[in-house]
């Protein structure tokens, strides 16, 4: 059966990051295959843009977010009243497949669709939440109270999260963790499935390698080692570690690249500049990804801060692109990345240092790793995690049709009380 899959997401702009990558690369794969699919993201129009035959994304106007205005919300308003627009999109669309990537203002959507509250929709679709992030760590970064925002992340998740959806994916086991907590002590067995994102090993390859690229950013000084970072420059992603981390190199010996944008953009070029001035180069969002493609397979070490980070697409595409990989020993990076392909440390200073310098002083360390990674990254390309993907949204399907399942999860909830107490051990890969 060719399924219908619509996906609704908070976290998209312009420059959106891993998870704008991952639904483009799902959409890629649906006009490949003829599987339709729709995306659903805050806007600032309403609007629909035809990607392929198969595929299409619905703009929904919404005002900015407040902690993150480059991002847009959709607020309830947006589907609770008959007739408004996300509403409309499901009457027209028909899924057999809803998925929500948000855990803030989008699940209740979830929760209606799955208790037969929505009028539009003709028959039983599946709900599924898909979870590229933890809820209690992001509250941990920005709230003042870091007791009480655990607390209310683990009542959150288990008491207005969890149960809205029918079953959940979680795109590490690092994030399933998260989700196994919730699972306990609920009437309904849910399923949490663990499937981690891609990368594009067409694109990021060491043949892309340039020594004209190098040289433009190294100038008359070749004798520097090129460090790149690229990604969201925002609380969560740590980037203090990389000045504790060149604040321990000799001086003058590397020069950082920075590549990106976000909230924290100003306050971390102001701490760079007075830390370790001349050692950072900010270069801004790189938008045209054969341009960033070149630039991973240029440098001497792609550097990654965050030791939370839920999986991780930008380290993956630096293995993809042969590049020696520094990063903390925890996350979701570690979905994928260990001493044999990758340089995995604590997430400090002094060890970030003691990586790099490791990678510059064992050249034949770094081919042994970095072949190594290539092969990791060979086995994440996007068709082949699409293509997993797929035959998980049929396989839930089937689970709300009563049909057949070929597809076990991690692990599933557990059966609770009417107060939310459990009554059974927790049953987990």
Request: charged share 20%; with cysteine.
């Amino acid at each position: 059966m060719v399924l219908k899959t619509l996906h609704i997401t908070n976290a998209w702009h312009a420059s959106s990051g891993g998870i704008g990558t991952f639904y483009k690369a799902l959409m890629a794969s649906a006009n490949q295959i003829g599987w339709e699919m729709r995306l659903v993201v805050p806007s600032s129009e309403d609007g629909y843009e035809r990607v392929g035959e198969f595929g299409g994304i619905h703009h929904v106007r919404a005002p900015r977010a407040p902690i993150h205005p480059e991002y847009r919300v959709l607020y309830p308003q947006k589907y609770l009243p008959p007739g408004s627009p996300i509403r409309k999109i499901l009457g027209a669309e028909q899924p057999h497949v809803i998925e929500v990537n948000d855990k803030y203002t989008l699940p209740y959507l979830a929760g209606l669709a799955r208790v037969g509250m929505l009028p539009e929709l003709r028959h039983r679709p599946a709900v599924v939440g898909i979870s590229c992030e933890r809820m209690d760590r992001t509250l941990n970064v920005y709230s003042r109270w870091q007791r009480t925002a655990a607390v209310f992340a683990r009542a959150f998740m288990k008491c207005a999260y969890f149960p809205q959806f029918d079953h959940h994916i979680a795109v590490s086991r690092d994030v399933a963790g998260e989700l196994e907590a919730a699972s306990r002590g609920h009437k309904v067995t849910r399923g949490v499935w663990i499937r981690g994102m891609g990368v594009d090993v067409t694109r990021f390859t060491p043949e892309r390698r340039s020594e004209v690229l190098r040289g433009r950013h190294l100038g008359s000084d070749a004798s520097r080692a090129l460090l790149l970072y690229a990604g969201r420059l925002a609380p969560e992603k740590n980037l203090g570690l990389l000045l504790d981390m060149l604040e321990q190199l000799p001086r003058a010996s590397c020069k950082l690249l920075v590549a990106g944008d976000g909230p924290s953009r100003q306050e971390f070029l102001d701490a760079a500049n007075a830390r370790v001035p001349g050692a950072v180069v900010y270069i801004g969002h790189e938008r045209d990804r054969d341009a960033l493609a070149d630039l991973f397979a240029s440098v001497d070490a792609f550097l990654h801060p965050n030791p939370r980070e839920p999986f991780g697409i930008a380290p993956l595409e630096a293995m993809a692109a042969g590049t020696p990989l520094v990063a903390p020993n925890s996350g979701g990076v570690t979905s994928y990345a260990h001493e044999g392909n990758a340089w995995l440390s604590e997430a400090t200073g002094p060890a970030f240092a003691a990586s790099v310098l490791d990678i510059l002083q064992n050249p034949q360390k770094r081919i042994l790793r970095t072949v190594a990674a290539r092969e990791t990254a060979l086995r994440f390309g996007w068709p082949a995690v699409c293509a997993e993907f797929h035959a998980l949204y049929q396989d839930l399907y089937a689970r709300t049709q009563g049909g057949v399942t070929h597809l076990e999860p991690a692990f599933y909830s557990t059966p609770g009380n009417w107060l939310g107490l459990e009554t059974a051990s927790p049953i987990s890969s």
